[in-house]
């Protein structure tokens, strides 16, 4: 095919793919205002040696595994839960909250998921407190040059998780399109053996077409 052909089935058939990139593009969008909102808080603890010689941040490093194993405990869910209030089981309250650690920065994050930011934001926080609570209990067996101290990086903050409107309003709008192309290919293809203009005559049969007869 030539290029003068693909744009005239553009010229007939883009309608097709403009129809249906509109219409799941639509349904993308009224699917994504339908979802109830989930927010995400996320706090990061900071993890501070007395001293910063090599001994002290390597046993830090290796600390911060066992620090996110302590962390996700439903002992640790259950005493949020009593300090908050919260209505639900330790295993519901583990399920909207993960951890994580980053040696470099020596940092420990909890990221908490609940369709009320606010609340959110206590999760993340109460749960930061307990290890805090937890390190300086160890701190006072410890010798003043041998402790760590854990503090709040940046106090939480709750942003929208999902649903993302914007992007699978995008997504479903570039799926029509693509929708649309095959539905075009199809066509063109189931159609392919229609001989309607003289141009189909000189492609078909390579041979020039001399003369028509016109319609009356």
Partial sequence: MELRDYLRILRQRGWVIILLAVLTAGAAFGFSKMQT??????????????RLDFGQTQAVKELLGGYEAWLQSSLRAQSVINELQLDMLPEELLGDVAFASDSLRRTVQIAVENTDPDLANDIAA?????????QQRQNDQNRQEDRI????????????????????TAAGAVFGALLGI?????????ESGVVRRSEDVERYLEIPVVGNIPSQ
């Fill in 126 to 134: 109460a749960w930061g407190n307990l290890l805090i609570q937890e």
């Fill in 182 to 190: 095959i539905v075009i290919f199809v066509l063109e293809w189931l």
């Fill in 37 to 50: 909102p989930v927010y995400e808080s996320t706090l990061r603890l900071w993890i501070n040696p007395a």
């Fill in 149 to 168: 101290t854990i503090q709040f990086q940046d106090l939480p903050k709750a942003g929208l998780d999902r649903p993302r409107t914007t992007i699978n």
